[in-house]
């Protein structure tokens, strides 16, 4: 069975990806919006992982609303829902058997609730999977520590092909640095650069 | 990292296993309360599938509760639902590093919410985990039919070791088989011979 997998080089969609390769044949996908090249970190760490990767064009008008909510609410969350929301139907679009997220249990954002991963799955007529859902925080840093090789840092210095890297560059292309500044706070991000 | 997955022989914790076995060393852990023999079921399935097996011995307190419980709801979901956190605490006490079932996404019970699940964690010093919460039905159907030989009929002739088999027996000894049939509706089970 063919499973397409959310993908952002990070160390939650690789880990979620070795939890399936047993059972699909997993193809990493990852969601752009064509504002930066960013996508193209998470074609490298696919194949440093050694997994097939394909590429999902998003509508920028996605971003555009994804931004302005995350201006208006002066935090993240509730656009990057949106944008996980728009991924998730993309990749369900694309004709895999089964689609697939790195969602975590302890994760604020993004989340798919059952209602809205079964409507997924009734609409597309494929499966569903969040397969890290059952895990702790705890239990994902020992396995990722036991399994990958991840290099950490600030955002801005760790490429990354999450959302969040566009949503904050089309955010400072159109109201300066500040304004990043104010809506993502500084934080740690990691990037997975192969298998142990 | 040694992990004791609650086991009754049944197809959701033989997957849960299968899901687990790449990360962790897994022992399929049946809990019982000296009602019936059943647990030997789960001790030959774990052979047929090549897992370490082990009992846990529960409190026959704790089914005489569940029992009483279930008569006075005239269903089963709230004994079995107290039986199965109980479990789950004698699995966190027996030494592991994590502790983990093979509740679904779409079951009803047992449940063991993110609170849940945090707190056994913080008391018992163990990652919980439930690797199928984020796999929905139809994927789990398709993933047994893949990987595990099944058998199914009614539930008093597939010898199993999950709880109900113990309840049901201790229902049917101290209230007779008409109270059995009103707790439990008459329904399928499945038990798995190997894997495939």
Do not use: C
């Amino acid at each position: 069975m063919d499973l397409g997998l959310l993908y952002s080089g990070g160390k939650d969609s690789t880990l979620a990806a070795l939890v399936l390769e047993r059972f699909y044949d997993v193809t990493l996908v990852t969601a752009q919006f064509g504002v930066t090249d960013d996508w193209e970190h998470a074609r490298e760490t696919a194949a440093d992982v050694g997994f097939a990767f394909e590429r999902v064009d998003l509508d920028r008008d996605v971003a555009e609303a994804a931004v302005e909510r995350m201006l208006d609410d002066g935090y993240p969350r509730n656009g990057i829902q949106h944008v996980h929301e728009h991924a998730l139907e993309a990749v369900a679009e694309a004709g895999f058997d089964a689609v697939a997220d790195g969602t975590r249990r302890d994760d604020r954002v993004p989340t798919v609730s059952r209602a809205q991963a079964q409507s997924l799955e009734d609409r597309h007529d494929v499966d569903y999977l969040s397969p890290l859902t059952g895990f702790g925080r705890g239990a994902i840093d020992r396995l990722v520590e036991e399994t990958l090789h991840v290099e950490s840092g600030p955002s801005e210095e760790i490429p990354k092909a999450d959302y969040e890297t566009e949503l904050r560059a089309l955010i400072r292309e159109e109201h300066g640095d500040e304004q990043v500044r104010a809506v993502f706070p500084d934080h740690t991000q990691t990037r997975v650069t192969g298998l142990q």
